[in-house]
């Protein structure tokens, strides 16, 4: 009987468990939204919760030599990521202070195809998730970028490229002694008469 034993063993021993819990929390932390199995979400919600909610009490001390950088420690020793570390007292710690609890979201998805292993997405709240995201970045990198050229002016473009001279002010080519305008001349020395 399982009677109060606390935690799923995942089929991994004590050190594996940990360093799997500690790589899906810096990636939770750091992409805001993962893909994982069931039994895994629902390990790492308490250990990323709690993870959280030591960086909140680092940061409402606002004593940067006391509390605050014990916590930072304490949650450094967690997670090997300095930037993920950052991130957590910078931007999430702040997101979640008027939160007092709750700060992640499974959300079952189905099954997946290879092992039939029931999958879940694993999400800060408040970063939800848009399907469309990058649909609509695409769309407005397409209204933000510069009208394209005609077929026309691009083959223009191109053959003054392959002339490889430039257009004068009143945009005919200025030829001058067989040189285009503001080219410089290349000096070469007269050759020795006689001989070859």
Same mark, same amino acid.
């Given at each position: 009987?399982?009677?109060? $034993?606390?935690?799923?063993?995942?089929?991994?021993?004590?050190?594996?468990r940990?360093?799997?819990?500690?790589?899906?929390?810096?990636?939770?932390?750091?992409?805001?939204?993962?893909?994982?199995?069931?039994?895994?979400?629902?390990?790492?919600?308490?250990?990323?919760?709690?993870?959280?909610?030591?960086?909140?009490?680092?940061?409402?001390?606002?004593?940067?030599?006391?509390?605050?950088?014990?916590?930072r420690?304490? $949650?450094?020793?967690?997670?090997a990521?300095?930037?993920?570390?950052?991130?957590?007292?910078?931007?999430?710690?702040?997101?979640?202070?008027?939160r007092?609890?709750?700060?992640?979201?499974?959300?079952?998805v189905g099954?997946?195809?290879g092992?039939?292993?029931?999958?879940?997405? $694993?999400?800060?709240?408040?970063?939800?998730?848009n399907?469309?995201?990058?649909?609509?970045?695409?769309?407005?990198?397409?209204?933000?970028r510069?009208k394209?050229?005609?077929?026309?002016?691009?083959?223009?473009?191109?053959?003054?490229?392959?002339r490889?001279?430039?257009?004068?002010?009143?945009?005919?080519?200025?030829?001058?002694?067989g040189?285009?305008?503001?080219?410089?001349?290349?000096?070469?020395?007269?050759?020795?008469?006689?001989?070859?």
């Open positions: 009987m399982r009677h109060n $034993v606390a935690h799923r063993k995942l089929g991994r021993v004590t050190e594996h940990l360093a799997l819990l500690r790589n899906q929390a810096i990636a939770l932390l750091r992409h805001e939204r993962i893909e994982t199995t069931l039994p895994k979400a629902k390990e790492l919600r308490p250990f990323v919760e709690r993870l959280i909610t030591i960086a909140k009490r680092g940061v409402a001390s606002g004593d940067p030599n006391g509390k605050a950088l014990h916590a420690r304490l $949650v450094a020793a967690e997670l990521d300095k930037a993920v570390v950052g991130k957590l007292f910078e931007t999430l710690a702040p997101r979640f202070a008027d007092p609890g709750g700060y992640t979201r499974i959300l079952r099954f997946r195809r092992d039939s292993a029931e999958v879940a997405h $694993v999400e800060l709240v408040g970063s939800e998730y399907p469309r995201a990058a649909e609509e970045k695409a769309a407005q990198k397409e209204a933000a510069p394209t050229k005609g077929v026309g002016d691009r083959i223009k473009a191109a053959a003054q490229r392959m490889g001279g430039r257009k004068d002010e009143g945009g005919s080519k200025a030829q001058a002694g040189q285009t305008h503001g080219a410089t001349r290349k000096t070469t020395t007269p050759r020795k008469a006689g001989g070859s």
